[in-house]
Protein backbone atom coordinates (compact mmCIF):
# COMPACT_ATOMS: atom_id res chain seq x y z
CA UNK A 1 0.00 0.00 0.00
CA UNK A 2 3.21 2.49 0.06
CA UNK A 3 2.71 2.78 -3.58
CA UNK A 4 -0.56 4.41 -3.31
CA UNK A 5 1.27 7.70 -1.72
CA UNK A 6 3.68 7.91 -4.22
CA UNK A 7 0.86 7.00 -7.19
CA UNK A 8 -1.45 9.87 -5.35
CA UNK A 9 1.16 12.37 -5.76
CA UNK A 10 2.12 11.93 -9.65
CA UNK A 11 -1.19 11.78 -9.70
CA UNK A 12 -2.09 15.60 -8.44
CA UNK A 13 1.25 16.60 -10.15
CA UNK A 14 -0.15 15.65 -13.54
CA UNK A 15 -3.45 17.35 -13.19
CA UNK A 16 -5.67 15.40 -11.90
CA UNK A 17 -8.68 16.38 -10.41
CA UNK A 18 -10.31 13.17 -9.12
CA UNK A 19 -8.54 10.09 -7.84
CA UNK A 20 -10.37 6.61 -7.29
CA UNK A 21 -8.85 3.98 -5.56
CA UNK A 22 -9.50 0.11 -5.61
CA UNK A 23 -8.11 -0.35 -2.33
CA UNK A 24 -6.14 -3.02 -2.86
CA UNK A 25 -2.66 -4.09 -4.25
CA UNK A 26 -2.30 -5.87 -7.85
CA UNK A 27 -1.36 -8.89 -6.19
CA UNK A 28 -4.36 -9.23 -3.96
CA UNK A 29 -6.86 -8.46 -6.80
CA UNK A 30 -10.05 -9.03 -5.52
CA UNK A 31 -9.31 -10.34 -2.08
CA UNK A 32 -9.83 -8.93 0.84
CA UNK A 33 -9.29 -6.86 2.54
CA UNK A 34 -9.54 -3.71 1.25
CA UNK A 35 -6.76 -1.04 2.57
CA UNK A 36 -9.41 1.57 3.68
CA UNK A 37 -6.94 3.51 5.68
CA UNK A 38 -4.90 4.20 3.18
CA UNK A 39 -7.54 5.68 1.57
CA UNK A 40 -8.46 7.70 4.27
CA UNK A 41 -4.93 9.11 4.57
CA UNK A 42 -5.00 10.23 0.80
CA UNK A 43 -8.80 11.86 2.18
CA UNK A 44 -7.05 13.84 4.36
CA UNK A 45 -3.42 14.79 2.53
CA UNK A 46 -4.54 15.43 -0.86
CA UNK A 47 -6.36 18.34 -2.21
CA UNK A 48 -8.66 16.69 -4.72
CA UNK A 49 -11.49 14.48 -4.10
CA UNK A 50 -10.71 10.54 -3.31
CA UNK A 51 -13.29 7.89 -4.61
CA UNK A 52 -13.34 5.22 -1.82
CA UNK A 53 -13.64 1.45 -3.85
CA UNK A 54 -13.45 -2.18 -2.45
CA UNK A 55 -15.48 -4.32 -0.40
CA UNK A 56 -18.55 -2.48 0.04
CA UNK A 57 -21.20 -5.09 -0.49
CA UNK A 58 -23.51 -3.79 2.19
CA UNK A 59 -25.06 -1.07 3.92
CA UNK A 60 -22.67 -1.31 7.09
CA UNK A 61 -19.48 -1.97 4.71
CA UNK A 62 -20.27 1.68 3.51
CA UNK A 63 -20.86 3.06 6.48
CA UNK A 64 -17.84 1.47 8.17
CA UNK A 65 -16.31 2.44 4.30
CA UNK A 66 -17.44 6.28 4.68
CA UNK A 67 -16.27 6.47 8.47
CA UNK A 68 -12.50 5.00 8.25
CA UNK A 69 -11.63 6.78 4.87
CA UNK A 70 -13.83 10.49 5.85
CA UNK A 71 -14.51 10.76 1.69
CA UNK A 72 -17.55 11.77 0.46
CA UNK A 73 -17.01 9.70 -2.92
CA UNK A 74 -17.67 5.87 -3.82
CA UNK A 75 -17.36 3.30 -5.97
CA UNK A 76 -19.42 0.28 -5.49
CA UNK A 77 -19.13 -2.77 -8.19
CA UNK A 78 -19.33 -6.33 -7.38
CA UNK A 79 -21.15 -4.93 -4.29
CA UNK A 80 -23.80 -3.66 -6.96
CA UNK A 81 -23.93 -6.57 -8.62
CA UNK A 82 -24.43 -8.69 -5.94
CA UNK A 83 -27.45 -6.44 -4.81
CA UNK A 84 -28.62 -3.81 -7.34
CA UNK A 85 -30.63 -2.21 -4.89
CA UNK A 86 -27.25 -1.70 -2.77
CA UNK A 87 -26.88 2.07 -3.78
CA UNK A 88 -30.65 3.00 -3.08
CA UNK A 89 -30.16 1.67 0.47
Known amino acids: PMAIYK ?3 M ?4 GASWIAVH ?3 KTQGYRPPAYW ?3 GDLTR ?3 IPIVANGEIWTIEDFHRC ?3 TNTK ?3 IGRGAL ?3 LLAQE
Open 7 to 9: NAE
Open 11 to 14: AVIG
Open 23 to 25: GRT
Open 37 to 39: NAI
Open 45 to 47: NFP
Open 66 to 68: REV
Open 73 to 75: HFM
Open 82 to 84: ANP
